[in-house]
């Protein structure tokens, strides 16, 4: 197991024990994204992964191609405004998040994608030079019953910055394929 990982899962481990989380400890999250299955993404597991540094020149060019709002694109117009200074675009944290949940979370070979997320909300303002992480905890775990070879996950999903604030939550529901068939 690389380095990375075993420090992942042992973050994975400490989060859990210092938020009072539920964590399941029957089998082990697989570390390798192309080994995991609907039947690892067990509720009451909580992980924690990656880090990605806010750069200035991403937070400005990501505005101004899709959410060109002063706070966003305008270094001087931003520090006279409400937030004090240059803020990211929440889509673009969104799309931090989403780069970080692909490369530690989702598998490759399972996941089949989401019909959607619910109880979005963006919790902090999101700066140049912020480096953020993500925090995972699945709440449910079904198969479905008119597709049995896959199941739906929900989970918690928190992006935290380097002061573990959360700046951004979500609730999200992914079909991931099973490892075996269902039992007829």
């Known amino acids: ?88 675009s929440g889509w673009h944290t969104g799309s931090l998040m989403m780069r970080l949940l692909v490369e530690h979370y989702l598998s490759p070979v399972a996941s089949l994608g989401s019909p959607g997320l619910d109880e979005l909300r963006w919790l902090a303002p999101v700066r140049p030079g912020d480096t953020l992480s993500v925090r995972v905890a699945i709440l449910e775990a079904r198969r479905s019953q008119s597709k049995p070879d896959r199941g739906l996950v929900r989970a918690k999903i928190e992006v935290l910055n380097q002061r573990r604030e959360v700046v951004m939550s979500m609730k999200a529901i992914n079909f991931i394929l099973c490892r075996t068939p269902a039992a007829g």
């Open 1 to 88: 197991m690389p380095a990375a990982d075993k420090r992942a899962m042992r973050r994975l481990a400490e989060t859990a024990h210092d938020q009072g989380s539920a964590m399941t400890t029957a089998a082990p999250f697989p570390p390798q994204r192309e080994q995991r299955w609907f039947e690892d993404y067990r509720p009451g597991l909580v992980l924690e992964f990656g880090a990605v540094r806010v750069d200035e020149a991403e937070v400005i060019e990501f505005a101004r191609r899709y959410d060109p709002q002063p706070f966003h694109i305008d270094p001087d117009a931003a520090a006279q405004g409400p937030y004090g200074g240059l803020i990211a």
